[in-house]
């Protein structure tokens, strides 16, 4: 049974880390893409406070903190 699928991200406000994590997804996707192959890994641990590290790794690492209010806009 499929699970239901978050809203759509496009048209959505998030806060600056959120966003720029977003962004650099899609930028690291894209620029994959056209170069023709590629190797990302992303993930995330909840911190002090509820933050959410989230750190991408494509070649080198870009680590963002997300706190609990830039997920609920």
Not at 2 to 21: C, D, F, M, V, W
Not at 36 to 65: M, N, P, Q, Y
């Amino acid at each position: 049974m499929r699970e239901p699928s978050a809203p759509p991200l496009q048209g959505r406000t998030y806060g600056r880390q959120l966003r720029e994590a977003l962004d650099r997804i899609e930028g690291l996707i894209v620029e994959g893409l056209r170069h023709g192959f590629f190797h990302c890994s992303i993930h995330c641990e909840i911190g002090r406070d509820g933050r959410r590290e989230l750190v991408i790794e494509a070649g080198k690492s870009h680590k963002f903190t997300i706190t609990q209010d830039e997920l609920s806009r």
